[in-house]
């Protein structure tokens, strides 16, 4: 029987703690903050995820035999190699990778870099920072708008700007490096050419020699419905995704997967935990937009609910380097989740709204927490992203039409959500 750790406290960690909870090889599930979700799981601690030493310090005292990391800033900032730098990790299963493989998502400029040199594919760029910016605006010159521009650095979802006009790029650039617009995230930029497809969200699990799978998932990351307005951290997704069909799966495996697990091993450090692999799809050719060293959100809200196997089984195999051994079971069903957020959203938003629920949601639909806070006097909005909202069914067209029936009984006071989420992929069917 197992103590596992659970990190982080978005709705991807509440979906993560359900899964754990429902384990047969689970003791005790402890969440580092955790939320209001989590708290249902499991028992929410306090304190940061970024913080090695009181990490270390609970799993000592709480005999933790699994750790499992939700968000990307602790991975980047070296967690796994503290814990192992003092022995921590002897028989302590870590889900996730070191800060050697979390570079892939802590530095796009190692990431870009690392995919040109093993000829994984991705967007044409040029990495520039205040000694090389006039052959950063040269290299703005010679593409075609829209241009974009990436902090190099973690920037909370924050550090891409997609642009039109040439001279705002150049205006942008300068801000970056010179204005610390990003902060240390932005004094080293990737400018890329863009691409003109449809994205889509792929997911590797890997103990550093096999890797599986995991299903597809779409994401919907502008605040607006029709994918207007700026950017989020996502306001819905949906499980499968229906233009991943074998053939773009195919590629995905020989093209990137493959080479991408491949390359890490080659570079000396072989890439272990969840790999999301930000995809566009152009004309049917895959290509990477991003890496991520973890799951993504609200991605997770809907792949999950569709994954039957036992989470802790999971892990264990993971750890004993036999993933291959183990049989990933998927639920048919699609996946349709709804993010309700704050007003004011992406940008400064209201909080502390009390959340009622009308009537209990039917079977097919799982509500995860994100920015709730649980109070004596029930739940209040403590977040952008307030919750997510998980139906399962045979259709897309169902899952779609069941989840926004049932968002209907969720409420708060200028509660908002896109009306349209899996829209875009009706035609597909
Ligand atoms: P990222 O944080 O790298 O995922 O970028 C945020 C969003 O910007 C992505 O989800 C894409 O929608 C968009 N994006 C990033 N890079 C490109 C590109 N090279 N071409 C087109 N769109 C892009
Ligand atoms: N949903 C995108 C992300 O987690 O980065």
Redesign the pocket.
């Known amino acids: 029987m197992m103590n596992v750790l659970l990190l982080g406290s978005g709705g991807r960690e509440h979906a993560f703690a359900k899964k754990i909870s429902e384990s047969k090889l689970l003791n005790q599930l402890y969440i580092l903050p955790g939320n209001a979700g989590t708290a249902r799981c499991g028992q929410n601690l306090e304190g940061s995820p970024n913080d090695a030493e009181a990490i270390k310090k609970i799993v000592w005292e709480k005999d933790i035999h699994c750790i499992v990391v939700g968000p990307e800033e602790p991975l980047v900032k070296g967690l796994k190699d503290a814990l192992r730098k003092d022995d921590v990790l002897r028989d302590v299963i870590f889900v996730g990778p070191d800060a050697g493989g979390a570079a892939l998502e802590g530095s796009?400029a190692f990431a870009k870099n690392f995919m040109k040199k093993y000829g994984i594919p991705?967007?044409r760029?040029k990495e520039v920072n205040e000694t090389n910016i006039h052959e950063g605006i040269q290299f703005l010159e010679s593409l075609q708008p829209?241009y974009?521009l990436?902090a190099d650095g973690l920037?909370g979802?924050k550090?891409?700007l997609?642009l039109n006009n040439p001279d705002e790029a150049k205006e942008e650039l300068k801000n970056f490096i010179f204005k610390n617009k990003m902060g240390d995230a932005g004094k080293v930029v990737v400018i890329?050419?863009?691409?003109?497809?449809i994205?889509c969200s792929c997911f590797v699990f890997t103990d550093g020699i096999h890797y599986q799978l995991l299903p597809f998932a779409k994401?919907y990351?502008?605040i607006g419905d029709g994918d207007t307005g700026p950017?989020t951290g996502g306001m819905g997704a949906v499980s499968p995704v229906p233009f991943a069909d074998e053939d773009f799966v195919h590629k995905v495996r020989q093209r990137i997967i493959e080479p991408t697990l491949e390359s890490m091993r080659l570079e000396g450090c072989p890439y272990e935990g969840f790999l999301f692999i930000?995809l566009?799809n152009v004309g049917g050719d895959p290509?990477v937009?991003?890496f991520?060293c973890r799951m993504g959100d609200p991605e997770t809200e809907a792949i999950f609910p569709r994954i039957k196997s036992d989470f802790l089984e999971w892990f264990k195999c993971y750890h004993e380097k036999k993933l291959n051994q183990f049989v990933l079971d998927i639920d048919p069903r699609t996946a349709c989740v709804l993010i309700m957020a704050s007003k004011g959203y992406p940008d400064a938003y209201e909080k502390n709204k009390p959340i009622t629920i009308s009537s209990a949601l039917s079977g097919n639909c799982m509500l995860f927490a994100a920015g709730i806070r649980a109070t004596d006097e029930g739940w209040f909005t403590n977040g952008g992203r307030v919750l997510a909202l998980c139906s399962l069914a045979d259709t897309l067209h169902e899952a779609r039409s069941h989840a926004y029936s049932e968002i209907q009984k969720i409420h708060f006071e200028n509660a908002y959500f896109r009306t349209d989420i899996g829209a875009d992929l009706l035609k597909y069917y």
Not at 192 to 197: A, I, K, P, T
């Open positions: 796009k991705t967007a760029f829209p974009v990436k920037a979802g550090g891409v997609i890329e050419e863009f691409l003109q497809g994205e994401d990351k502008r950017n930000g566009m290509y937009i991003e991520n």
